[in-house]
Each structure stands twice: as C-alpha cells, then as structure tokens.
C-alpha cells in the first residue's frame, strides 16, 4: 500500500524555521521524484520545491518566492524527503503536502499534508 505520511508542520513566527518531513512506503521510493507543494486557504495548490532522482544526477528546483529560504532534499536509505524552511514569513502560511511522481501521470502519489502557520 502506498503511503506519504507529512510531518513537522506547526505554528511558527515569522522568522522561524521549520523541518517537513515525508515518509514514503509501499513504492520504490529511489525511482520517484519528490515535490512539495502548499496549499493556502482559499488558494490553489502550487509548486513550491522539487528534486529529482539522484541518478544519473539529481536536479532541484525552486519556485522563485521560497529560493534561498526553502531547501529540499531527499535520503532514499530512509525513504523520506524534506523540506527545510527557513525565515518564515507570515505568507508561507499553507498546508504543505509531499509528492512522488514517476512517468506521470500513471504513478503520481501524493501525503495528507501537513499544517504550516506563520504568526506571531
């Protein structure tokens, strides 16, 4: 069965940071390129970070509101991804969700989401 299970979500000030976690079961995690998304209210789901599979070389990206402030990255021993956020603003405030994807659409996976609240 397959899982992506988001964690480390919170309520953060703003200049805070914070470590998202995604576990990943049931698939061949090494094969699948990871993204993260985030989802405000009332807002549509976007793009925020993506990485590829390691081989034969890995590529990230960043959608430009979040680069230089949001890292991800990817342990496949552990079958987990991760979204380091860092200087948290007030408009990071959104529910983070955790994406596999291979040969999509066919293989296209996606977490529960976790809760990001950015507010002093």
């Known amino acids: 069965q397959v899982q992506l299970v988001e964690s480390g979500g919170g309520l953060v000030q703003p200049g805070g940071s914070l470590r998202l976690s995604c576990a990943a079961s049931?698939?061949?995690?090494?094969?699948?390129?990871m993204s993260w998304y985030r989802q405000a209210p009332g807002g549509e789901r976007e793009l925020v970070a993506g990485?590829?599979?390691?081989?034969?070389?890995?590529?990230?990206h960043y959608v430009d509101s979040v680069r230089g402030r949001f890292t991800i990255s990817r342990d496949d021993d552990k079958k987990t991804a991760y979204l380091q956020i860092d200087s948290l603003k007030p408009d990071d405030t959104a529910m983070y969700y955790c994406?596999?994807?291979?040969?999509?659409?066919?293989?296209?996976?996606w977490g529960q989401g976790t809760q990001v609240t950015v507010s002093s």
């Open positions: 049931g698939f061949t995690f090494s094969i699948y390129a």
């Open positions: 994406n596999a994807g291979w040969k999509r659409p066919v293989y296209d996976y």
């Open positions: 990485i590829s599979t390691v081989h034969p070389s890995i590529n990230i």
